[in-house]
């Protein structure tokens, strides 16, 4: 330790020391802006100025507020949160708890208590339980939002009407058809208008569209309003924003203590969970950015940091009279796609707002009140989200969803979230308790299909069920689920024996790898999963005495379809295990496995067998064989019928995909598609070779006849790959190697060479000039790795200029009946790529994990 140290004398002599040459150090380091983030700023101020207003408006506070709490979140979250590019400030989501804080408690409290919510908030962030909160349920989270909405929405619309909103939704409701008959002409003109350019301003068709849309329809909707009320001498209330001397700011809390707490907790609650999840959301918004040089490395949220950074903000906001302060998903997404690349522009954003709340005091009061609350009951509209009830639904988790919302709008938010986990935990208990057990006979197999998790609590109906299945008779047992207690284990085992011992047999599959049930000498336990090789598949033969030196590998289960992950009980019948068959082993024998040696084990078993022909280590019959047996056995079951009606109806792809031959390349896995999805030609290096007598391929060019002229796919797909042989043959072999088959098939390839230089992009002309030739297909992000994944880049492209000078394919696009679509799949990150922009310097975008369902 001591050697690590330097003695005082040596270190206060080499503390002034500088390499030679160079300046001694500066001063502070001066605050650099990027351009991006300047213009980021820009386009997030000009849509927070009046969505600040607008919600200050509908909660009744001080309108000056929203203009602090806008300032505070930009500066003060911006600077110590943990997320660069989420802009906080006051939310729609916090509305409704507003409102009635500022109803029960006055003005001045309300702030207090965002101040102590801010404090919680630190207290959190320091425990570090910021990940804690993401375990709420997205259904309570998106009901609470959508119950704030319609609160929003049904108390702006009194002012839109020209009257004043009531303290609660179901009161406001009661007098609407009251509003309704005394409707304020200029009011509802006013609103009417901002609704119209919010509407109509983002979808300006043609070039003038696409310039004027970079302006905040919001924006435009107030101003163009504003403009219109003030042009006409339209009198009705407006914006009205008293000296910043006379602000009103925190004082000590007065009320009921208990009613306090609740109050802090609910603003705390709804702050935290509303910034952390937009906090994610951000995360995945920068991630699906497209990388370019403009766009630099944003560091992913940390949610810890986040939380402390929203708790200040509280704490000055609160303390300065401003509104709760909280993240805000449109701000956010709206700095994203700006171009933001630091949390400058949230900063620099909050800057503007303070310069425009002291300078432009004269312009903001001449804004109409209608007019913010039309913009604010939009956003309140906006927040009961039809992608959000749709995901809700597909997810079973709709009752949840419509009691959180209901329970927020009629009781309040805290009620409303309260009410919603209440559900949402019944529901869980429900689903962990509720299991479906179904029996049917198909072709003289009993199957027994079991739905859910199997507890005590179904062990009768399991027992009823099993007892169905007649003495004697074949029987498999499916368990879909995830766990089994001791109970439900106990009877099934017994139920398998006691019919086993009356002759029957009995298979028992299940989802779960290493489903066991049975003694290690009754069943085969295999821990494999779908779509992993033979040659990794470590199983365990039937066997009574200790496994060979080396095991038998069993093959995956028979598809993407398949509904068994793992293991399946050998089928047993009169107590005797019946072992795989293969071609080299047919028909089933009843000899000691430790005598006879599983089919194709790695070594012997026995001095005997050691002593005899040298071992097989692997018998690929068997191998192919087996994976056929896992197919009848767990995948057939459940395509049987989709594929009877394929064959009743006939194939009806609607894409035709080549791609290459390669064994790593499944086309069926990487597109998620099933059988009579694509119509799949494969060939060495997925070539297409050009129409004619002589460098024409008549397999190829009738595959793509038909495909086109008889099934009528809509789509073509040229599908390259990383690794591909067939490119790096074409890079190490000339044009004259055409002695074998295969290099007389890589000629197919040569344009594809052609179009890629070996040491330049450019090229000489005849006079010594240089020629810039047209750039090559490239990966979005990042360059190709080698020259061979330049050439399989380039080879797709040509194999597409390939396929239009097909007679059929040419008249198919001409008529505009087909799509041409090349990709690249990375075998390595297992990463498909889809080509985009013209051939010429296409690039290949990666393609995201999204939820296209949503």
């Known amino acids: ?223 163009g309003a504003t403009a219109v009320a003030a042009l006409t001498g339209l009198r ?107 949390r400058n522009s949230t900063m620099l954003h909050g800057v503007l707002v303070v310069i425009a709340a002291l300078l432009l005091v004269p312009a903001l009061e001449l804004i109409p009140l209608a007019s913010l609350a039309a ?81 005590f609590l179904a062990v009768p109906r399991l027992s009823r069920v099993l007892h169905q299945v007649p003495h004697g008779a074949d029987a498999v047992v499916e368990l879909d689920g995830s766990f089994m207690d001791h109970a439900a284990y106990e009877t099934l085992q017994d139920w398998q024996k006691t019919h086993i011992a009356q002759g029957g047999a009995v298979d028992i599959t299940g989802r779960r790898p290493g489903t066991r049930l049975s003694e290690p000498a009754e069943v085969d336990g295999c821990r494999c999963r779908p779509w992993t090789p033979w040659r990794n598949h470590q199983c365990e033969r039937p066997s009574t005495a200790p496994p060979p030196a080396g095991p038998d590998r069993q093959p995956a289960t028979g598809g993407p379809h398949s509904g068994n992950s793992g293991t399946t009980t050998g089928s047993t019948s009169g107590g005797t295990t019946a072992p795989a068959t293969s071609p080299s082993t047919p028909g089933t024998t009843d000899k000691p496995a430790a005598t006879t040696g599983p089919a194709g084990a790695d070594g012997p078993t026995s001095p005997a067998e050691s002593a005899g022909p040298a071992p097989v280590t692997r018998v690929a019959g068997s191998e192919l064989a087996r994976g056929i047996s896992a197919f009848h056995r767990n995948t057939a079951p459940l395509m049987r019928r989709e594929l009877a009606r394929l064959a009743r109806e006939g194939q009806q792809p609607s894409q035709l995909f080549l791609t290459c031959a390669d064994s790593r390349v499944v086309t069926s896995m990487i597109t998620s598609s099933g059988p009579g999805d694509l119509f799949v030609v494969r060939n060495v290096g997925n070539f297409v070779p050009l129409p004619g007598e002589e460098s024409g391929d008549d397999s190829v060019a009738a595959a793509i006849e038909y495909a086109v002229d008889v099934l009528k796919v809509r789509s073509i797909t040229v599908c390259g790959h990383s690794g591909c042989g067939a490119m790096q043959a074409l890079l190490g072999a000339g044009p004259e190697n055409t002695r074998t088959p295969l290099q007389r098939w890589l000629r197919h390839g040569l344009p594809s060479l052609a179009r890629v230089p070996a040491e330049t992009h450019e090229d000489s002309d005849a006079d010594g000039h240089r020629a810039a030739r047209p750039s090559l297909p490239r990966l979005a992000g990042r360059a190709p790795a080698d020259a061979a994944e330049r050439l399989c880049l380039a080879n797709v492209v040509q194999q597409l200029e390939h396929l239009r000078a097909h007679e059929s394919v040419a008249r198919a696009l001409a008529a505009g009946h087909l799509e041409l679509h090349g990709m690249y799949f990375h075998v390595g990150e297992a990463q498909s790529y889809l080509l985009s922009g013209d051939a010429e310097g296409g690039v290949f975008q990666l393609v995201l994990e999204t939820d296209l369902t949503a």
């Open 1 to 223: 330790m001591s050697a690590c140290v330097p003695a005082r004398a040596d270190s206060a002599r080499t503390k002034h020391v500088h390499p030679p040459h160079s300046p001694p150090p500066g001063g502070p380091r001066r605050l650099r802006v990027a351009g991006a983030d300047v213009s980021a700023a820009i386009a997030v101020f000009l849509i927070a100025l009046p969505l600040s207003l607008g919600i200050a408006l509908a909660t009744g506070a001080p309108l000056q507020a929203g203009l602090v709490a806008a300032a505070v979140g930009g500066i003060v979250a911006g600077r110590i949160g943990g997320c660069p590019l989420q802009v906080s400030g006051p939310a729609a989501g916090l509305t409704v708890v507003t409102a009635d804080l500022i109803q029960q408690y006055g003005w001045r409290t309300t702030c207090a208590i965002t101040v102590l919510a801010g404090l919680a908030q630190l207290g959190l962030g320091c425990l570090r339980v910021a990940r804690s909160a993401l375990a709420v349920s997205p259904a309570i989270v998106h009901g609470m939002l959508a119950g704030i909405g319609v609160t929003i929405a049904v108390a702006q619309l009194h002012i839109v009407l020209g009257g004043t909103p009531q303290s609660s939704v179901p009161d406001n409701l009661v007098a609407l058809p009251a509003q309704l008959a005394n409707v304020h002409p200029a009011d509802l003109a006013v609103s009417v208008l901002t609704l119209t350019l919010l509407l109509l301003w983002p979808r300006i068709p043609g070039r003038a569209g696409q310039l004027l849309g970079k302006l905040p329809a919001a924006l435009i909707a107030v101003a």
């Open 236 to 342: 009705l209330p407006k914006v009205d924003l008293p000296s910043w001397s006379s602000h009103a700011l925190a004082t000590l809390p007065d009320g009921p203590v208990l009613g306090l707490v609740a109050a802090v907790l609910t603003t705390t609650l709804v702050c935290s969970v509303q910034s952390l999840l937009g906090a994610v959301a951000v995360d995945k918004l920068v991630a699906a950015r497209p990388a370019t040089s403009g766009h630099g490395h944003v560091q992913r949220s940390n949610l810890d940091r986040e939380l402390l950074g929203q708790g200040a903000a509280n704490v000055v906001s609160g303390s300065l009279g401003g509104l709760p302060v909280a993240g805000v998903a449109v701000r956010s997404s709206a700095n994203v796609a700006a171009g933001a690349v630091s």
């Open 375 to 455: 913009l604010v009951m939009t956003v309140g509209f906006k927040m009961i989200s039809l992608n959000h009830i749709r995901t809700v639904t597909r997810h079973r988790e709709v009752l949840v969803y419509a009691v959180t919302t209901c329970g927020v709008v009629f009781l309040g938010v805290l009620e409303g979230v309260a009410l919603g986990i209440a559900v949402a935990v019944g529901v869980a208990l429900h689903r962990l308790t509720r299991t479906r057990i179904t029996h049917d006979d198909a072709e003289g197999v009993h199957h027994v299909h079991v739905r859910g998790q199997l507890t």
